[in-house]
């Protein structure tokens, strides 16, 4: 897998998965990260390092980019970034339980993809050895 690839495939995605979430919550949204059409100043840079996604020693990102690198494909490795997120800022927005079910939404989906693997191959294995 490429791994710079993918990530440009995550980023866009999750580019559109915040918009997507801002649209359903009913706030203000800007498609090119504009901080202008927001009101007043912002309580915290909610697109460059927004504080649900730096609490602790590392951002979510970093650690979500180190998880899926080994990921077979870009399928495999969005579907498993996108649960890590959820779970690692769970405690850290106003709604634990939906980051929860959202979390489980991505794991079941990825299960999903691994039980279902297309054609005669086995589902991919880790190359590490534990």
Not at 20 to 48: C, Q, Y
Not at 82 to 106: F, G, H, M, T
Not at 113 to 128: F, I, M, Q, T, V
Request: proline fraction near 7%; avoid cysteine; aromatic fraction near 14%.
């Amino acid at each position: 897998m490429d791994y710079y690839k993918f990530l440009d495939e995550y980023n866009t995605y999750d580019e559109w998965n915040n918009i997507n979430e801002k649209i359903h919550a009913g706030g203000p949204v800007s498609m090119w990260g504009d901080d202008t059409l927001f009101f007043g100043e912002p309580k915290d840079d909610r697109v460059n390092s927004p504080s649900h996604y730096t609490s602790g020693n590392r951002e979510v990102i970093d650690t979500i980019e180190d998880a899926v690198k080994d990921a077979p494909s870009t399928i495999f490795g969005m579907l498993q970034g996108q649960s890590l997120k959820y779970l690692l800022r769970v405690w850290l927005k106003d709604n634990p339980l939906e980051d929860l079910k959202k979390a489980r939404w991505y794991l079941d989906r990825l299960i999903g993809h691994l039980e279902n693997y297309p054609g005669d191959n086995p589902a991919p294995r880790s190359p590490r050895t534990f």
